[in-house]
């Protein structure tokens, strides 16, 4: 998810920063890295004491042979508008393997090292310090400049203004904090050793978030980020094969044991297919990423923000909007709305990050500024109007109002990213999970209704433990006393599915 262009790769800037491990945290007693039903070795997110069988560590860290200086240099980008036309190829894959341990297409994701996990190396040197070498790299800096393209999409008409009328929207009682009474490691989802095995199903080797939403009973939607394929390695970020964003589905409900993948929606047999395009230019469109998603009908909608570029700043990006797409065919081709979008002027959109829950009548609309140190604003539409941002109404102090996105007051305090929000219909009660950056830990909180009054905030899990974390995308299926989520881990830079118990 959290990635920056840099000279021909990319880096990492915000993904893991936001979770400073404390220096008191004691890494967790050694256990071999997890190892799926086909004998391949996957990741472990747990930091861990290092194994007592291994050469001891030298004396003095190892120090790179390089150290690269990057200096920056201007380069005019032409950025053709209008864009191209997405690219909607799809295949209807054929079923997998009776043998979940052979390859579906050995020719497409079969590499020389497929025995070997690509898990971090380990340094057996004697510990001499050796004088890395200083050397300058010209980075370039794109300055993108519009020039005439080809015809685009089809413009779409934009709805008609709708202004509702403000009504009162008072905040209910709070009701009872949350507490996990533990908090387990289930599975890992995606990637090299996974039980899934995207890496050869689907070329997914590398991929982050998770978003999940029913998308018709009986079917979980499954949205990753930043994705990439053949050629990712770990702890190396990016990879040739690089996708914005992909979907798989599920039909697994014993998520007890792990959450199996049934399908992924792919342009080509064994490659998920990009689903939200994007231009892929620092300073103008980096990638596109899904927040979340939902159904009405038999129509699906999600919510993704158009990056414009990652900050050098720990924790920070900066968008252009935020916006919906909608797909009409389970999820296989989207259209992103040309008139559903939150423009994020002078980077103060309030909702350039947001969580879309159906409830009764409404569409509620979660939403934070871009990066991962803002509050949470609340808005609501009916569902019919879903995709017209003027029948918006934006929850300020006690009302629903049609003001303007940034009038919106926060819903709750402190700081928070990464939202995801579920309606337990059983219990009437509403759960929302947060990264919150100052405490170091995934939290989740409870309300009587989607303004509030919400309650404090649990840690669902910490920096002690996971220091490389990030999300917490709660599993629709869940309950107001078991919740499944997905976390994701940089070095690895895939998604793990968690499980808490709460009370």
């Known amino acids: 998810m959290v990635l920056q262009r840099v000279g021909t790769g990319l880096c990492v800037v915000a993904a893991v920063c936001a979770l400073a491990a404390p220096s008191s945290a004691a890494p967790l007693p050694y256990a071999p890295p997890p190892v ?20 001891p560590a030298p004396l003095i860290p190892p120090v790179p042979p390089n150290i690269d200086i990057p200096i920056p240099y201007p380069k005019i980008v032409p950025v053709p508008e209008p864009g191209p036309r997405p690219d ?25 090292d497929d025995q070997q996990a690509p898990g971090p190396a380990v340094s057996s040197g004697s510990g001499t310090f ?38 009162a929207g008072p905040v209910t009682p709070p009701v009872a904090a949350p507490a996990a009474e533990g908090v387990n490691f289930v599975q890992q989802l995606t990637g090299h050793g996974s039980e899934n095995r995207t890496d050869k199903r689907y070329g997914v080797d590398g991929t982050d978030l998770g978003l999940m939403w029913e998308s018709k009973p009986g079917e979980v939607a499954v949205a990753f980020g930043d994705t990439f394929g053949k050629g990712w390695k770990f702890g190396v970020p990016g990879g040739p094969d690089w996708r914005s964003n992909v979907l798989g589905h599920s039909t697994d409900k014993n998520l007890a044991d792990g959450m199996k993948i049934d399908s992924m929606v792919q342009d080509s047999p064994c490659h998920a297919a990009e689903l939200l395009s994007s231009r892929k230019v620092k300073n103008y469109e980096m990638t596109t990423i899904p927040t979340s998603g939902f159904a009405i009908g038999d129509r699906q909608y999600m919510s993704y923000m158009s990056i414009n570029r990652w900050s050098t700043i720990p924790g920070m990006w900066f968008t252009n909007y935020g916006g919906v797409a909608y797909s009409d065919d389970d999820g296989q081709t989207w259209t992103k709305d040309q008139h ?94 947060t990264l919150d950056t100052v405490r170091g830990a995934i939290l989740i909180r409870n309300a009587a209704s989607p303004q509030g009054i919400w309650s404090d905030g649990a840690p669902l899990l910490n920096t002690v433990d996971y220091p490389k974390a990030y999300g917490g995308f709660i599993h629709p299926w869940s309950t107001d006393k078991d919740l499944y989520f997905t976390i994701s881990e940089w070095d690895s830079y895939n998604v793990y599915l968690m499980h808490a118990r709460l009370k």
């Open 36 to 55: 799926n039903s086909c004998g391949e070795v996957g990741f472990d997110p747990v930091v861990r004491q290092p194994d007592p069988k291994a050469p």
């Open 88 to 112: 909607n190829t799809r295949i209807k894959p054929g079923p997998l393997p009776t043998d979940p341990c052979k390859n579906p297409c050995p020719d497409v994701t079969d590499k020389p």
């Open 340 to 433: 559903a979008k939150w423009e994020n002027i002078f980077g103060l959109g309030k909702f350039q990050v947001a969580t879309m829950v159906p409830q009764g009548d409404y569409v509620y609309m979660f939403g934070t500024p871009n990066g991962r140190i803002g509050s949470v604003g609340l808005a609501r539409v009916l569902k019919k109007d879903v995709l017209n941002t003027t029948a918006y109404q934006y929850w300020v102090n006690g009302t629903w109002a049609p003001t303007d996105k940034n009038d919106a007051t926060p819903i709750m305090s402190g700081i928070a990213s990464e939202l995801s929000v579920r309606y337990d219909q059983s219990a009437k009660l509403w759960q929302l999970s």
């Open 130 to 167: 050796r004088i890395p070498q200083i050397q300058i790299r010209p980075e370039a800096e794109p300055i993108p400049i519009p020039v005439p393209g080809g015809p685009g999409p089809d413009p779409q008409p934009a709805p008609p203004p709708v202004v509702n009328p403000a009504e």
